[in-house]
């Protein structure tokens, strides 16, 4: 057990892997595979598993993305990290072939691969292509592929390991304004469910549901409602893809409250999905949803930061639906 | 830099150099990755068939137009049963007039063995040639293609994503242009591994336009996969003529930039192809990198089902479903099949007294029983269950029933 | 007016508006613009404008709908037709391009342009790519551009005209399980708004809520509902993004009972967003959703059609709420 | 077919043809859609530079100085920005090393009128070159960059995505593949409405591996569409060098299979850049169809910011944020630096007495001065308001906000 970064954690997963399976394989772009943290040794998975494993492309996720599945096809476990730039322009060969092969060939093609897709770090100031948080829906709504988002170091790492011993095609994304979360993480290898949320908060009051990227901000406004004292059950989905519908109606029927918390856009968001399962399930709830507007992220970040749900967002929402 | 050989139908070599000379000759040819063909009449005559070929012991060369017929008669089966049957709910893209395309490249590739052995090969939604070049099963297709339980692939796929991976067939699919970016990942890990597999992805003219086309070609040249290309120029995507979607008479010429072979072959004679295809699994398989080749070749049926087609004759003509841009005339459709791949392999194997006349009727006269027996051994089949829709998304467990409140 | 096909009266409306504006182009594939009725000239947009604004392309969807957008950049109305196997090969060029550019320059890029989405037409057989019914979610998550699917031949030539005219991006989705559909429509050009549900059938007991693809299935089960005594308040959403909560929110109200339908993939399939509008401003209501499973389509007809919601799924869903 | 003539820095023309018959000379060779290049020194004294800029009055060539100057100091003031002020918030993918390119493409180009007439450039993440060049405002320019509410696009774009369509500045963008698409299917519009505009793209050697690259030559190429395609090759994409994704020494060579001109220019030479531009503009505005041209060309700054740079001096030096696979290294800069594009063409002006080395510098301290005042100008704007963050998602109207329950 050390305080790692986030990257140190996953890589640490990923090269105990590749270690252990001589086939495996790592395809990137931008982002080489290197990670330090105070204490510990540089992990450098490029020097030390060699370029014919480790290997950097030009700029073409659909590539990146085909690789790896054709890998797995043809019987290597494979891991790619697509740039967020890119979470795109890989997506047809997840949406059409990943997500469906298995099913379409009566069970025939297997494909134990991940595909780590990087989310923006929504800094301000950057605007529509590059602050922009909106692919867990698109790859949520896949068949066939597990759609997965850890959001702190530790589910990072377990959940990492999962993803490669999983036999399924795995979409882990990555919101990369977590990267600078730093905790404890135990060194040795531990698996973390992938279908399954984590209650972050017990309470009775409300429920706050969310995932990724907006979950810092939700345990930032829990924190702040329970000195208000207001009960909060604080909920990471963690798995979009089976979405864990047992622990939000458990919550929901105790809270009969449900806010959901989402940096993607509003209109299907997974938020939305949240919200309409529960709906089905618990009767007489009362339901609000946060989310990024229907908009493109500006650039100005007055404008951008006015728009992006935050804290004070959260607690606000909070409040209207416990009055 | 690439070696571009042109294929020319029009020329016609005159030279009359004895064979072991002329195998010379072909060895430093094809040592520059290249391939060259003439034009239907017998190719041995003139002895332009290469080497390779020459060299194959006659059960090969038996088993190879065993195996065109196979193709042949498999789908003239289901023509005639999606004519005739009015209740058979089977489809297919058909396959031939390409048979030698097929047959050829397959017959150079490894296709026995373990998983980690076998040679791979990605298929397009007009799988049936190349799966029953590669080993599939017929009968287990058959049954597939009419969604039994007990097809190849359980019913989920039937034609245009049947997979084996048993024989290295990686399968159908039903989208032009991510197959050859997969097929090339596969032989990425193949390379990664230091397997000495090769993989061979067939596409058709319609694929040279998409996108991936050039992720494919550049990464495998770039990494120097073990990854062949076979672009099976038939001249048309759907109803449209190749000339609308590629500026260049030779797609081969493509490979130029990448700095790989880019071979034009003769796609109506299976040796020609036979030698293109051994070549270049040799130049993947020493490390070398990837090759493309473009086989000219032409499908007799239209782009799909049996529309145009009679029973009991070969080919579809004059149909024309709506008013198309360019749809193909029907001279043309004449003109090849009177170049007939399994015709041309037959009178070479009669030439090389590898089988006479009537040893070859005979041996067509059995793969044809074989193949209504594979189709009426599929009509027997039992139909899915459908609750078995939700299995097989993953690994384990099946996925909820959403259909039902 | 006349009885027509859905084509016929999709043609009808994009050759009237080809024949008002010189410059207006259509991108095509495999599906040449030509439509014949009986009792009516055929049309055949490729021989009537030329090949220099009408023009088919090799299969390269990125580029038909990059064309499209370049064109509407460049100061051109232009349409592209892009058939269900590249629905998702475009997609990248829509989600980060035409969906941000107008926002992103704050209002310097112009993009009247259309992207005609055709979906499968779900025919049992054919499996995995060639009968999924899903890209409505990935379509209406995305900001900056209007998702829009009709569902009738008279819809879907006003919206067609709408969507012409209108001077921002529309993606138009297309379910080509609804080509055999004819009925009466105008012959004259009429405008069918981009934002509005249509309320099918009123009634007081339940809303049921579909799109596109699903409402033949909806229409069928209502009626029987109704023959059984329901009052059925049947709507057809029309307009995915925006999505008219105004019309929703105000049917359930009255119900109390809402249920949606879809063919598209149950998580995060539209309903999911029509019950969480609904369920953050009615109070006290109870939902069902009935979708496609979270599977791709089968080839076997068996499988595919126990999965496919039909009129019966819907009939027994409703009943249920009902209850 | 295609025509592609090598670039070679190491080439010395040792002719001394005079002038007027070089001329002709290179205008059969440019007929066939080539310009040549030849080394950093003098290029005039050697005769190479070409025909039309020679012809180029004085008050043209004074502009284009001018014009490379403005970007220069545009980007210098605000790298010197970044690296003195820590309260400032602009960004910028600085493009200094490569003015000759966007210079001398544009000075091609028609750059005023009406949007029906103006020619369309699209550029990339690395805009301010290509803007400034077209003719965009640095002041607006300058209050975009720090997110100011009267900025050229109102603060929403930033760098990365600025654009003016009343100068046929179609715009930045972050992404890299899909822009020459776009940019292809602008000239399918103008050429379908029987413009005589034609669209310029801008794109990096990084864009050659990416799918899009393909779609965008061979529908251009097909559909014989007003189209240039400049190429941007400055050897790296990010921090890889380019032959990590790419199997030719020459990008253009990708132009061959399409059957349109590839043509090498030394991007440091904005006259050479000027002729080959020309070239291509000639032949899309009668009808010709595409060119692909490649310039030879490097940045002076790290892929993005400042780092590793000093106030006051040129260049990066040194920076290496990652263990990178490929950095460049520092030597590669002063190599480069050494050539640099405003120099070379200064030292052009003086021999061609367009104007004397003190006028050359007096330009220089006065476009300094703009560019300061520009910056200074942009510190005094106004921040956004908020809530427009939920306008222009569509023509009409605003979204609503939804982060607010
Ligand atoms: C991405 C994509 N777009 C369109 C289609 C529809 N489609 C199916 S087959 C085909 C033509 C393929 O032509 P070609 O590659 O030459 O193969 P052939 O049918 O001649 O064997 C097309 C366009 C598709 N399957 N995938
Ligand atoms: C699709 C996509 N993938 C990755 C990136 C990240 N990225 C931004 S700039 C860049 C390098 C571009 O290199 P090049 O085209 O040579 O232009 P240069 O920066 O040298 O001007 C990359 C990879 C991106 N913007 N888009
Ligand atoms: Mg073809
Ligand atoms: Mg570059």
Redesign the interface.
């Known amino acids: 057990m050390a305080r790692k970064s986030w990257m140190y954690s996953v890589l640490e997963a990923v090269q105990y892997e590749m270690r252990q399976d001589?086939?495996m394989?790592w395809i990137f772009e931008l982002t080489p595979p290197v990670a330090s943290n105070p204490g510990k040794p540089v992990i450098n998975l490029e020097t030390e598993f060699g370029r014919?494993?480790v290997?950097n492309?030009?700029i073409?996720e659909?590539?990146m993305a085909?690789?790896?599945?054709?890998?797995?096809?043809?019987?290597?476990k494979?891991v790619t990290y697509i740039p967020y730039q890119g979470n795109c322009m890989c997506f047809?060969?997840i949406q059409?072939?990943a997500g469906k092969?298995?099913?379409?060939?009566?069970?025939?093609?297997?494909m134990p691969v991940v595909f780590i897709l990087e989310m923006t770090g929504q800094s301000p100031g950057f605007a529509g292509q590059h602050s922009d948080y909106e692919i867990d829906t698109y790859y949520a709504h896949i068949?066939?592929v597990?759609t997965v988002i850890p959001s702190t170091p530790t589910d990072a790492k377990g959940m990492m390991v999962s993803a490669i011993r999983d036999?399924?095609p795995i979409v882990y994304l990555y919101p990369a304004g977590l990267r600078s979360l730093v905790e404890d993480v135990p060194d040795e290898q531990y698996e973390t469910p992938l279908d399954k949320a984590a209650v972050r908060i017990e309470g009775g009051d409300i429920t706050i549901v969310g995932s990724g990227g907006s979950m810092p901000e939700v345990m930032k406004a829990a924190e702040q409602l329970q000195q208000e004292g207001a009960g909060v059950e604080a909920i990471d989905l963690r798995s979009l893809k089976?979405m864990d519908t047992e622990t939000l109606v458990n919550s929901v029927q105790k809270t009969k409250r449900l806010l959901t918390v989402d940096q993607s856009y509003y209109t299907l968001c997974p938020g939305a999905e949240v919200i309409a399962r529960v709906a089905e399930n618990v009767d007489g709830a009362r339901f609000k949803r946060i989310a990024f507007p229907d908009a493109p992220p500006p650039a100005s970040p007055e404008m951008f930061l006015w728009m992006r749900p935050n804290a004070d967002h959260v607690v606000a929402a909070a409040r209207k639906l416990l009055d | 830099m690439s070696e571009n050989i042109k294929f020319s139908p029009e020329t016609t070599d005159t030279s009359q150099t004895p064979s072991t000379t002329r195998r010379t000759f072909l060895k430093a040819f094809a040592g520059a990755g290249a391939a060259v063909s003439l034009s239907g009449k017998l190719a041995w005559a003139n002895g332009e068939i290469g080497f390779w070929a020459k060299d194959l012991p006659p059960e090969k060369l038996t088993e190879m137009f065993s195996t065109m017929l196979r193709i042949r008669w498999f789908e003239r089966t289901m023509v005639d049963k999606m004519l005739t049957e009015p209740g058979y709910?089977g489809?297919n893209h058909f396959y031939p007039g390409q048979e030698a395309v097929a047959v050829g490249v397959c017959s150079a590739l490894n296709n026995t063995g373990a998983?980690?052995d076998v040679d791979?090969i990605y298929s397009t939604h007009r799988p049936s040639g190349h799966a029953i070049a590669k080993g599939v099963d017929i009968k287990k297709m058959a049954a597939e293609y009419d969604?039994r339980?007990t097809?190849?692939?359980?019913?989920?796929?039937?034609e245009?994503?049947?997979?084996?991976?048993s024989v290295g067939f990686?399968?159908a699919?039903?989208?032009?242009?991510?197959g050859p970016?997969?097929?090339?990942?596969?032989?990425?890990?193949?390379?990664?591994?230091g397997s000495k597999?090769v993989?061979v992805n067939f596409g058709g003219d319609?694929?040279?336009?998409?996108?991936?086309?050039?992720?494919?070609l550049?990464?495998a040249?770039?990494?120097k996969l073990p990854f062949i290309y076979v672009l099976e120029n038939n001249l048309y995507?759907?109803?449209?003529h190749y000339s609308?979607?590629?500026?260049?008479k030779d797609i081969a010429?493509?490979a130029?930039?990448?700095?790989i072979p880019g071979v034009v072959v003769d796609g109506q004679d299976v040796l020609q192809v036979y030698n293109a295809a051994k070549e270049a699994v040799d130049r993947a398989r020493a490390g070398q990198g990837p090759t493309l080749i473009e086989a000219k070749t032409y499908r007799y049926y239209n782009h799909w089902g049996a529309p145009g087609a009679k029973p009991g004759v070969l080919g579809a003509f004059g149909y024309d479903p709506?008013?198309?841009?360019s749809f193909r005339p029907e001279r043309e459709v004449r003109a090849w099949l009177a170049r007939d791949p399994i015709d041309i392999f037959r009178k070479t194997l009669v030439n090389w007294e590898v089988m006479d006349q009537a040893k070859a009727d005979e041996t067509e006269a059995a793969v044809k029983q074989e193949a209504i027996d594979a189709f009426a051994w599929a009509d027997e089949q039992p139909?899915?269950?459908?609750?078995?829709?939700?299995k097989?998304?993953?690994?384990e467990g099946t996925?909820?029933?959403?259909?039902?409140?």
């Not at chain 2, 609308?244 to 260049?248: A, D, I, K, N, W």
């Open positions: 001589k086939n394989t014919s494993r290997v492309t030009g073409d659909m590539w085909g690789c790896v599945l054709g890998s797995g096809l043809a019987g290597s494979s047809q060969m059409n072939h092969l298995r099913h379409m060939t009566g069970g025939d093609a297997e068949p066939g597990k036999p399924n089976p | 709910r489809y998983f980690e791979l969604f339980a097809g190849l692939n359980k019913g989920y796929a039937a245009m994503h049947i997979a084996d991976k990686m399968g699919d039903g989208m032009i242009g991510p970016v997969m097929a090339a990942g596969s032989a990425f890990a193949i390379k990664a591994r597999q993989v319609g694929t040279y336009a998409t996108p991936a086309f050039h992720g494919a550049n990464n040249a770039l990494l995507h759907q109803y449209a609308y979607s590629c500026p260049m010429e493509a130029g930039p990448y700095g709506l008013a198309i841009t139909l899915c269950d459908p609750e078995h829709g939700v097989n998304v993953f690994v996925v909820p029933a959403r259909q039902l409140a």
